[in-house]
């Protein structure tokens, strides 16, 4: 059971999932879903590409309506069409940057590799909960120059782990590991990988065990947590109200400090 009760959702069936309904192999060729192309504001401007599906249920995701929690919709899409749809919005913006957004977009590995292969000009922000990041992958993340790793991390704790997301608390440790993993594959920590924190349900106390534990696996990274608050869009602070979770800290969608009513 979560820790409100629930049943736990469990992240291997969610995987398998997406995998039967969001990807396919065509030829040899791995397929995913994909909702939408944009330009976006964040990291100072990047091209997106917002990808069906998801390993985790988050109870703060701005994307659970339509990419994270479904699995239907969108188009299907191989890696030189994603590829070549981002390198357009970059162009037209005059980006550095692109990504994959909306999703995990870890699963079907070999899928994202391709798209940034396709894209070296750039610099590549693989957004990931880091679930599925195993040594074999990080060396594969590692070998390509061009990629910067943010493992979201969600919660400071186990326990904010289990409530976020319902899925078992063990799992909180595979996203530390996953920044271990890619650190020892020779990813540089802070600037090759680093580590995003959803903290808008943290104390101070949870907080400073989670930067311990960072500084276990490198003394920078404490320095470099990209912090997540809840952007208090309405779809949202429905999910939430849904799910009883209430944030501590959280932000209105123009970035103003705010508190859920």
Not at 152 to 163: D, H, Q, V, W
Request: glycine share 8%; proline share 6%; with cysteine.
């Amino acid at each position: 059971m979560g820790g409100s009760g629930r049943p736990h959702i469990d992240p291997e069936r969610l995987l398998q999932l997406v995998l039967t309904y969001a990807v396919k192999s065509v030829g040899g060729k791995v397929y995913r879903l994909y909702k939408r192309f944009r330009a976006d504001r964040w990291y100072g401007g990047i091209a997106t590409a917002d990808v069906v599906g998801c390993n985790l249920r988050c109870g703060m995701c701005w994307a659970w309506r339509n990419t994270s929690f479904v699995l239907s919709g969108g188009v299907w899409m191989a890696p030189e069409e994603v590829a070549a749809r981002l390198d357009e919005i970059a162009k037209a913006r005059g980006f550095r940057q692109v990504r994959i957004s909306g999703g995990e977009p870890l699963i079907a590995p070999r899928h994202l590799l391709e798209v940034a292969d396709l894209l070296s000009k750039y610099i590549f922000i693989v957004e990931t909960n880091g679930i599925l990041v195993d040594r074999e992958l990080a060396r594969e993340l590692a070998a390509r120059p061009h990629l910067a790793v943010r493992v979201s991390i969600k919660g400071a704790t186990l326990e904010e782990f289990e409530e976020i997301t319902l899925a078992p608390p063990s799992y909180f440790y595979k996203q530390l590991e996953a920044i271990r993993v890619l650190v020892e594959s020779g990813m540089e920590p802070c600037r090759d990988v680093y580590p995003a924190a959803m903290l808008g349900f943290s104390t101070d106390a949870a907080v400073k065990r989670l930067e311990e534990a960072l500084a276990e696996i490198d003394p920078r990274l404490p320095n470099c947590i990209d912090v997540e608050y809840v952007i208090l869009y309405p779809h949202v602070v429905k999910l939430m109200k849904a799910r009883g979770l209430k944030p501590t800290r959280a932000v209105t969608p123009d970035g103003v400090p705010a508190f859920m009513i």
